[in-house]
C-alpha cells in the first residue's frame, strides 16, 4: 500500500511539473510575440542605415508614413534598353522579418520577364532563401536595378516578355521603350494618381517648377540648407 501510495506521489509530481512547463513555454510564446513587432522594427531601423551607405546609384528610397513594413521607391535607369525610365516601386516587408524575404512590386508598369504583369519582381531567383543578417534589403534593391540590364528569361514569370525576347530582341527593345515613356508621363503627370496622399503614395509625386523655383532650391542645396525631406 505504501508503495502503491509512493508511485502515485510520484506520478502526480511529475504531471504538475509538466503543466508548470507548459504553461511556462506559452507564457514565453506568448512574451516573444508581443515582443516580435519590437524586434523587427530594430532590425528594420539597423537596414535602413546600411541602405543608406550602400544605395545603388539611381535609387531612391523612404519608408511609408504609416507603416515602416512598407517602403516606397523609385529607381532611374540613365543607359540600356530602358534608358531614360523612372520606374516606382514599393517594398513589403514581411511581418517575421528578418526570417522572411521581403517581396517588391513595381507600380509603374515594367515588361520584363522576371516582372509579373502585377509588378511583382520574382525575387525568388535571385534570393531562393533569406539568411538574417546576411541577406540585407540593399542587396535586393541592387538585383532590383541590374535587372532592366540583366534580360534573363531563365524561370521566367512573365511569360510573354519571355517569349518576346526570344522572338525578337527589337521587339522587346520596343516594348521596353513604351513602358519608358509610360513611366516618364506617369512621373510628369500633375493630376491626382491612383495612389493618393491618404494612401501615404504622395512621397515621390512631383509637380513642374518654374525656373525661379528651380534656382532657389539649388541654392539652398550648394549652401548646405537642410531640406524638408533628406534624399538618399
Known amino acids: 500500500?505504501?508503495?502503491?501510495?509512493?508511485?502515485?506521489?510520484?506520478?502526480?509530481?511529475?504531471?504538475?511539473?509538466n503543466m508548470a512547463k507548459q504553461t511556462e513555454a506559452k507564457e514565453s510564446e506568448t512574451k516573444h510575440c508581443e515582443l516580435q513587432p519590437f524586434f523587427r522594427d530594430h532590425e528594420l531601423f539597423a537596414e535602413y542605415k546600411l541602405l543608406c551607405n550602400n544605395v545603388p546609384s539611381g535609387v531612391y528610397v523612404v519608408p511609408s508614413f504609416k507603416s515602416l513594413q512598407v517602403w516606397h521607391g523609385m529607381i532611374f535607369i540613365k543607359i540600356g534598353m530602358f534608358a531614360d525610365g523612372c520606374f516606382k516601386f514599393n517594398l513589403y516587408i514581411p511581418d517575421n522579418f528578418p526570417y522572411s524575404r521581403p517581396s517588391l512590386r513595381f507600380t509603374t508598369?515594367?515588361?520584363?520577364?522576371?516582372?509579373?504583369?502585377?509588378?511583382?519582381?520574382?525575387?525568388?531567383?535571385?534570393?531562393?532563401?533569406?539568411?538574417?543578417?546576411?541577406?540585407?534589403?540593399?542587396?535586393?534593391?541592387?538585383?532590383?536595378?541590374?535587372?532592366?540590364?540583366?534580360?534573363?528569361?531563365?524561370?521566367?514569370?512573365?511569360?510573354?516578355?519571355?517569349?518576346?525576347?526570344?522572338?525578337?530582341?527589337?521587339?522587346?527593345?520596343?516594348?521596353?521603350?513604351?513602358?519608358?515613356?509610360?513611366?516618364?508621363?506617369?512621373?510628369?503627370?500633375?493630376?491626382?494618381?491612383?495612389?493618393?496622399?491618404?494612401?501615404?503614395?504622395?512621397?515621390?509625386?512631383?509637380k513642374p517648377l518654374a525656373s525661379q523655383e528651380l534656382e532657389k532650391i539649388k541654392e539652398k542645396l550648394l549652401s548646405g540648407v537642410k531640406t524638408p525631406f533628406a534624399v538618399i
Open 1 to 17: 500500500c505504501c508503495g502503491i501510495n509512493a508511485e502515485y506521489g510520484r506520478v502526480t509530481m511529475s504531471n504538475k511539473v
Open 109 to 206: 508598369p515594367v515588361f520584363h520577364p522576371q516582372v509579373k504583369p502585377t509588378g511583382e519582381l520574382n525575387l525568388a531567383k535571385a534570393f531562393p532563401t533569406w539568411t538574417p543578417r546576411k541577406d540585407r534589403i540593399w542587396h535586393l534593391l541592387r538585383y532590383t536595378k541590374r535587372c532592366f540590364f540583366s534580360i534573363n528569361t531563365f524561370d521566367a514569370t512573365n511569360q510573354v516578355a519571355a517569349e518576346a525576347v526570344h522572338k525578337s530582341i527589337d521587339t522587346f527593345r520596343s516594348q521596353a521603350k513604351v513602358c519608358v515613356e509610360k513611366s516618364i508621363k506617369l512621373f510628369n503627370k500633375t493630376e491626382e494618381s491612383e495612389i493618393t496622399p491618404a494612401d501615404d503614395g504622395n512621397v515621390f509625386n512631383v
